[in-house]
């Protein structure tokens, strides 16, 4: 994340009147701007003193330490354990400049970005937890709508900018999750052919 970004969201919370109980991001690696499944990425998150600004590592680990689980259905999240009992106390926002997703094709996968059609950040609606020692967090998903879903079925779920302090307050439901929609244009990363990496959403 830029530093004009992270200006931009400080100015986006000003305005919605919230207070930061903390304005700073530990431990946060920029890589590219790009992240990863497994990488330390920025996340908004609300506790009794106001809104603060932390660092989580992208992924819930899972049981047994085979990997990570990186992403949260809106459909389920209530019914599904792993993800029900944070929705009280484990909410946060995913500020991000854009998000990446692979096509498939017959001659391979194609990469793709996806942004605001109007150049505004996006964020991303997502649960975060504490497990040993580290906090980490999970994208919640929908399923596609408009652009993206000529290339996959399922995209993470975009907060407007007023819904951010309802989402982080649990005054949006998950069922008022899976009716959002928003503006995004999604285009070819300069014809980026396969690199391995895993579709994300």
């Known amino acids: ?3 004009d970004e992270i200006i931009e969201i400080r100015e986006i919370l000003k305005k919605l009147s919230l207070s930061l109980s ?3 991001f530990l431990e946060y690696d920029e890589k590219g701007g790009e992240v990863f499944p497994t990488d330390t990425a920025p ?12 660092s989580a590592k992208w992924g819930f680990k ?4 085979k990997g990570v689980i990186i992403n949260a259905r809106s459909e389920t999240i209530r019914t599904k354990s792993t993800f029900s009992k944070h929705l009280e106390t484990g909410r946060c926002v995913v500020p991000a400049g ?26 991303m609606a997502g ?5 040993n020692n580290e906090r980490e967090f999970v994208i919640i998903t929908k399923e596609a709508s408009g652009e993206i879903a000529k290339i996959h079925d399922r995209m993470p779920v975009i907060l407007r900018t007023e819904q951010l302090e309802d989402w ?3 005054r949006i439901t998950p069922e008022d999750l899976e009716k ?4 995004i244009t999604v285009m070819p990363c300069d014809d980026v052919r396969d690199s391995g990496q895993t579709s994300l959403f």
């Open 1 to 3: 994340m830029t530093e």
């Open 22 to 24: 903390k304005d700073e």
């Open 43 to 54: 996340v908004i998150t609300q506790n009794d003193t106001g809104i603060a600004f932390e």
């Open 62 to 65: 899972r049981f047994d330490g």
């Open 98 to 123: 854009e998000f990446f997703e692979w096509e498939k094709t017959d001659s391979g996968k194609i990469k793709h970005y996806a942004k605001d059609r109007d150049g505004n950040l996006l964020f």
């Open 127 to 131: 649960l975060y937890r504490d497990h």
């Open 168 to 170: 982080l307050s649990g």
């Open 180 to 183: 959002m929609e928003i503006d």
